[in-house]
């Protein structure tokens, strides 16, 4: 069960184009936002729509499959962790993100 610690896998459609940064010494970075849906229906027959939005992040290889496959629009599948990150904005006030750092990526629809 150890194996199974803060471990990620999502499938959903990408809702931007993913947003490549080169940083000094050759790494890339690329950062998506991904659309998971589901839907259900309640008791007295009304379907429930719902759209969760997750940011996602990829370093390596990973950054290089999505740059060159992934667009707006595609489906895929993604699979990494949980991490939370904090940054100092324009005003100076601390804001924290939770992303997923991915580790892998499968490409689903053409």
């Known amino acids: 069960m150890n194996t199974l610690k803060n471990r990620v896998q999502l499938i959903g459609h990408v809702g931007q184009e993913p947003e490549v940064k ?4 050759g790494k890339k970075v690329v950062n998506l936002s991904l659309a998971t849906n589901e839907v259900y229906y309640k008791e007295n027959g009304d379907k429930v729509e719902n759209t969760e939005w997750h940011k996602i992040s990829a370093w390596g290889k990973v950054a290089d499959i999505i740059e060159k496959y992934v667009i707006k629009g595609k489906e895929i599948a993604i699979e990494g962790k ?18 997923i750092v991915a580790s892998e990526v499968l490409l689903l629809s053409k």
Do not use: C, F, P
């Open 22 to 25: 080169n940083l000094e010494g």
């Open 82 to 99: 949980l991490t939370t990150r904090s940054y100092d904005d324009k005003n100076g006030e601390k804001r924290y993100v939770t992303e």
